[in-house]
Nanobody, 121 residues
Framework: QVQLVESGGGTVQPGGSLRLACSAS????????WGWYRQGPGNSHELVAG???????YYAEFAKGRFTVSRDNATDAVYLQMNSLKPEDTAVYLC???????????????WGQGTQVTVSS
């Protein structure tokens, strides 16, 4: 079993910052890549940032210059530093990981339950 757990969400004023964290646990051989997504009210999932095994992160246009994704391979964790937050950033933020549970197995997608981020004055 593999589990992803996000943390760090909350309510912040416009212009504020939050740092989200996502930890993977369970039977893990290797995490090939990470992604952060979000789902706002009435919206479908949208990519926020990705960090593939190559190490070259990529961002949605709205996240460039404000958000930074990073990973800790030693602890199978990924982080999303969000600065200059705007009300339109309000959403549930979800963590995604492509994980190989054993050396011979293909990597599969796993998702966390999400953490709520609310930007409001």
């Amino acid at each position: 079993q593999v589990q992803l757990v996000e943390s760090g969400g909350g309510t912040v004023q416009p212009g504020g910052s939050l740092r989200l964290a996502c930890s993977a646990s369970g039977t893990i051989y290797r995490v090939n890549g990470w992604g952060w997504y979000r789902q706002g009210p009435g919206n479908s999932h949208e990519l926020v940032a990705g960090l593939p095994s190559s190490g070259y992160e990529y961002y949605a246009e709205f996240a460039k210059g404000r958000f930074t994704v990073s990973r800790d391979n030693a602890t199978d964790a990924v982080y999303l530093q969000m600065n200059s937050l705007k009300p339109e950033d309000t959403a549930v933020y979800l963590c995604n990981a492509k994980i190989k549970r054993t050396r011979g197995e293909s990597a599969y997608d796993y998702w966390g339950q999400g953490t709520q981020v609310t930007v409001s004055s």
